[in-house]
T-cell receptor
Framework: QKEVEQNSGPLSVPEGAIASLNCTYS??????FFWYRQYSGKSPELIMS????GDKEDGRFTAQLNKASQYVSLLIRDSQPSDSATYLC??????????FGTGTRLLVSP | GAVVSQHPSWVICKSGTSVKIECRSL??????MFWYRQFPKQSLMLMAT?????????EQGVEKDKFLINHASLTLSTLTVTSAHPEDSSFYIC?????????????FGPGTRLTVL
């Protein structure tokens, strides 16, 4: 089992809809979780970090963490074509290293 | 805040030459920096972790004599690809771990695209 699993997609949503991206992880002791956005040919950009169970909102983005079920999700409200990118889920593992999922490609159509 | 720069953004070199890539944390001190490599349509691959003033820790399968990492200060780390070959052509991205309002988060540089002819 991979440490961090994501559906590779693509996840296609129409403009204005809610995009829901999911991630599961295997290390029950993980405490720190991150969502990065990566546009094609660019480096990852940190969108959200979450450390406690529940929801964390920042603008159109909401991160949700459920440690008991070992999943973390990212909701993007009012999706825009500019949100089209690959979204990487990451957890902080040993020696402070981030463990990344393979990413979910999101396509937002006008 | 939390800006990480990389230089150069792209480089083309001949096979057998060495290339140095610089990574700087511009507005915070980074005790730990990470170097990643990413091939087209693949995920990030961690190459090594460097802590200021100490030797880098390389991931399994990464040749430390080929990829020289120096982390001489809290704001600068360098990656030197020695005797580069075409198979080393890739997107190299550094990342710096810094304190963001009390929580340590990892911020990425814009990346360096290396093409070895």
């Amino acid at each position: 089992q991979k440490e961090v699993e994501q559906n590779s997609g693509p996840l296609s949503v129409p403009e204005g809809a809610i995009a829901s991206l999911n991630c599961t992880y295997s290390d029950r002791g993980s405490q720190s979780f991150f969502w990065y956005r990566q546009y094609s040919g660019k480096s990852p950009e940190l969108i959200m970090s979450i450390y406690s169970n529940g929801d964390k909102e920042d603008g159109r983005f909401t991160a949700q963490l459920n440690k008991a079920s070992q999943y973390v999700s990212l909701l993007i409200r009012d999706s825009q074509p500019s949100d089209s990118a690959t979204y990487l889920c990451a957890i902080r593992g040993g020696f402070q290293k981030l463990v990344f999922g393979t990413g979910t490609r999101l396509l937002v159509s006008p | 805040g939390a800006v990480v720069s990389q230089h150069p953004s792209w480089v083309i070199c001949k096979s057998g030459t060495s290339v140095k890539i610089e990574c700087r944390s511009l507005d915070f001190q980074a005790t730990t920096m990470f170097w990643y490599r990413q091939f087209p349509k693949q995920s990030l691959m961690l190459m090594a972790t460097s802590n200021e003033g100490s030797k880098a820790t390389y991931e399994q399968g990464v040749e430390k004599d080929k990829f020289l990492i120096n982390h001489a200060s809290l704001t600068l780390s360098t990656l030197t690809v020695t005797s580069a070959h075409p198979e080393d052509s890739s997107f190299y991205i550094c990342s710096a771990r810094g304190d963001s309002g009390g929580a340590y988060e990892q911020f990425f540089g814009p990346g360096t695209r290396l093409t070895v002819l």
